[in-house]
Each structure stands twice: as structure tokens, then as C-alpha cells.
């Protein structure tokens, strides 16, 4: 018994070293967590930003699992390298705290060290992790040097802890600094050989404004969660890559606009299957009176530059519908033109596209078509938690049976 014991751990063991060293070069990696890097906009952190010296725990929830991950860190909007101490992850269970024997040291190059120049990106080695589905993930970033404007994502709705000085898993971060916002964290990627990733882009309605901070409710995170506990679906990532305030083609929003970015935040994923262009209102809504028909044709041109960009690497593309907004300070009759003439654009695309979202629809108020519904509106313009989660079950039943 213990010879074939013995022998089982052997094979076992060498199974794991098999992957992790296919993991080195191979091209199996899929995201199961993503979000949006963006500058800092001061309005929005106005405090002291710069972690030098400062231990980050940050907390995210990932959609599918693995036994082999790597994190993605960026630099990429700042001026300043990024000198990094460590990083380790962890099981998160509430709040800050963490399964203190799970956590792992991340190596960068085989070392623990790490530096990310101005206006780059860094992956980690591979970790074997038993990472679960749709579990709470802890990532703690020891800071040697870090930029004073940095690479950020403001809307996280998850609370980032910040210690003076370097932690370590034992360490209580209970006396800690709270803000609520990532901090160079870009993604998690898990190697998967036969899973894929869907991949969101969008303005504060998809990056979850006026959802629960820390419950991770947001409308994509109610989508990963149905399709796997109601649908059956557990091999498909999904990868948030919303950014509030963010338009398409018009400047003035937060990040870049949505055709500059959809390179980078949607197509560069990792095991990208299909993609969701759900993007508008903001434009639609800062377009001047007299402006909105012109606003509305820009669009239209985007959303055909993001299908066809999708479409030439065979990718799946659904296209959601822009929501109401009457009672929100957008509204004018000349805006909820423009909305109009794009809803009925997008929903001409059905036979060009592999589906439609049509959130207007679902969250329209029957009475009043140009307005939310009462119950699921938060201020008119952005739904609210009970909003997101219709948002997110009707995603997946109209997804699911594509799959």
C-alpha cells in the first residue's frame, strides 16, 4: 500500500512540474478576474497616493478557478517605476482577514523582487494555487518605491488596506488605511486548457457605481455567478473592464476612451471567447444640445470598428442596448433621440453580431420607456443592486444558450 502510495505522490508531483513547466511557454492562460487600469483623477483621490514604504491589501473575486495562476501588475499610466518588496496572496475570508496557511510568495523572474518601468506591465511566474471559483482573493503588495501618481483602478468598490512598512500574513491589518481603490493590480490569469474568458467593456454601469461596496454585485459579477450555479457554465471567465465616466469617442471622460482602449483592455485578455460592448450613455450624455445626432453616428462608427476588430480574430460579440436615463441630469429630449437612434442600430445587428443585451428593455420603465424602473434605480441613471442583479441573470440566460 505505501509503494503505491508512494508511487501515486511521485506521478502526481511529477503531473504538477509537467504543467507548471508547459504554463512557462505555453498559451493556455485565461483570465478569470480583470480590471481597467486609468490615471488618477485627483477630484476622486485627492489624498497622499503614493504607497512607497506601504503594504496593500487588496481584495478581488475571481470568476473561474485553477491549480496553476499567475497576476498581471501594470505601471503602465504612470511616469515612475514601480520597486516592489513582495507579493503575496491568499485566501480572503472578511474584510482584510485571510487563511494565514494559504498564502503564497509571487516570484517575478524567479525572484521576489520586482521592478515595473514607467508605461509597463509585469506578469508573475506561474503559483500553484488551489484557487475556487468565485472565491475572494487577497493580494498583499510590499512597496519599496512606488510612483506618486500611479496606475490605478478608482471605482473597485472593494476596500484596499494600507500598512506602513512591509507585512506579512500574520500581520493585523485591522489599524489600517481604507481607501476604495486598486492599486496596480491588472488581472489574474489561471491555465486552463479548455476554458475561455468574456470580456465587458463599459462605462459606471458595468464598473458598479451605486452597487454595495465589498458585496461584489455589480451586473458582471451576478453574470460569472449564474452561469455557474444556475446555468452549469464554469469555464468561461468573466473580466470586468469597466471604468466609470468613461466614454467611446469623446474626450473629457475618465481613462481612455473606448476605442483607444479596447485593444489593450479587451483583445489583449488572456483566452478572450467573446467580448461585450455595452458603452454609450456618457457620450450621449455630454453631447451639447443640437450635438446628440452627430454624437449618436460616432458611436455607431465605434461600435462597427470594435465589431470588426472582434470578428477578425473570431471572436463572439454581443452588443448591449444604452439604458434610460429621464430624471438624471442628461435628459433632454434631444438626448433620448440620440439613445434611441442607437438602440434601434444596435438592435438592427442581429444577424451581423451573435447577440443582443438589451438592457433598455429590461430595465425600461413600461409606463414611461425613457425612464428606469423605480425599483431598480438608484438616481435615475444607474441602477441599483437590485437592478445590477436583473442586469446579470438576464445576461446569462441570453448568453448560456449560446454556449
Known sequence: MKRFLGLFLCLASIAAQAQLSR???GNHWVGTWATAQQPVVKSFMPYDNNMSDRS???????????????LELS?????????????????????????????KYLKFGGSHKAVIP??????SDALPFDLQPLEKLAITINYTKAPAQPTVHMGSRTTSYIMRGVTNAATNFAPSFRENHWFNIASIDVYDMTAKSIAI?????????NATDNANNRW??????TLQKKHGVTDRGILNLGIGNNRVTMTGGFGFMARQRFDRDILSQRGVHTVIVFEGVNDIG???????????????RAYEEMIRKAKERNLCVFLGTITPFKGAGYYSIFHEAARQTVNQWIRAQREKVDG???????????????????QWQSDWLHPNPEGYRAMGTYAAEVIAHTL
Not at 220 to 225: A, I, M, N, Q, Y
Request: cysteine-free; charged content about 25%.
Open 286 to 300: 455630454a453631447a451639447g444640445n443640437g450635438g446628440s445626432e452627430a454624437v449618436a453616428n460616432d458611436l455607431i
Open 118 to 123: 514607467a508605461g509597463k506591465t509585469l506578469f
Open 75 to 103: 505601471n503602465e499610466l504612470s511616469t515612475e517605476p514601480v520597486v516592489i518588496r513582495s507579493v503575496y496572496i491568499a485566501h480572503a475570508t472578511d474584510s482584510f482577514a485571510i487563511v494565514p496557511h494559504s498564502a
Open 56 to 70: 496593500v491589501r487588496q481584495i478581488v473575486k475571481v470568476s473561474i478557478g485553477g491549480k496553476l495562476i499567475r
Open 356 to 374: 443582443i443585451l438589451d438592457f433598455d428593455e429590461l430595465l425600461r420603465d413600461p409606463s414611461d420607456p425613457a425612464r428606469l424602473q423605480k
Open 220 to 225: 458582471p459579477d451576478v453574470l460569472s455567478e
Open 23 to 25: 504554463a512557462v511557454t
Open 201 to 209: 467593456i463599459g462605462n459606471s454601469i458595468t464598473d458598479g457605481k
